[in-house]
């Protein structure tokens, strides 16, 4: 049960494009259709943006964005706006009916 | 309209008990996977437990198998986290989840802080 490896930190000026990436192993990310994507604000619960790797729940604005190659997911997000600065968290299935989470990417929007 | 309203949150000292809950509306609970994740102080999310809808099936992480007891009263739209044995490293945040189609995390309270200190 070892966590999704996600970089610390990134960053991009408001209207640009960012990556994020989650990277897992062949026994969680890379063998289930099931990486979501969380966006957590400072004091607030996680909110969920991605599901199934590349599906968007109603109500999550379209400039996000996942997909999954082989053992790493990619959440991108277009078109920054000021309101995206928050922590992002990928999460995957990994057997066995346990789950892992990434240990957060810190997205800061210059 | 989903709500999850967790309880019971406090300061424990370490080798102690405390029970959690989760009250749920908005949804028919007994249809839903539900659960628990940790968040502790200025870290990451940590998935803790899984139950099933009829809360036959019940999955741990790890680091809490033995001492955490996950469960579930339909008839009360409640979850519950029972905590034994606490360590200084179970301090969190502990939020409770909706699992939706046994995929992803839809719905989350807003969590209740459980601090381990003597």
């Known amino acids: 049960q070892s966590a999704l490896t996600q970089p610390a930190s990134v960053s991009g000026s408001p209207g640009q494009s960012i990556t994020i990436s989650c990277t897992g192993t062949s026994s969680d990310v890379g063998s289930y259709n099931l990486v979501s994507w969380y966006q957590q604000h400072p004091g607030k619960a996680p909110k969920l943006m991605i599901y199934?790797?590349?599906k968007r729940p109603s109500g999550v604005s379209n400039h996000f964005s996942g997909s999954k190659s082989g053992n790493t997911a990619s959440l991108t997000i277009s078109g920054l706006q000021a309101e995206d600065e928050a922590v992002y968290y990928c999460?995957?299935?990994?057997?066995?009916?346990?789950?892992?989470f990434g240990g957060g990417t810190k997205l800061t929007v210059l | 309209e989903v709500q999850l309203v967790e309880s019971g949150g406090g300061l424990v000292q370490p080798g102690g008990s405390l029970r959690l809950s989760c009250a749920a509306s908005g949804f028919t609970f007994s249809d839903y996977w539900m659960s628990w994740v940790r968040q502790a102080p200025g870290k990451g999310l940590e998935w803790v437990a899984n139950i099933k809808p009829d809360g036959s099936e019940k999955y741990y992480v790890d680091s809490v198998k033995g001492r955490f007891t996950i469960s579930r009263d339909n008839a009360k739209n409640s979850l519950y986290l029972q905590m034994n044995s606490l360590r200084a490293e179970d301090t969190a945040v502990y939020y409770c989840?909706?699992?939706?189609?046994?995929?992803?995390?839809?719905?989350w309270g807003q969590g209740t802080l459980v601090t381990v200190s003597s």
């Open positions: 199934e790797g590349t």
């Open positions: 989840a909706r699992l939706y189609s046994f995929g992803w995390f839809d719905y």
């Open positions: 999460c995957s299935y990994a057997r066995a009916g346990t789950w892992v």
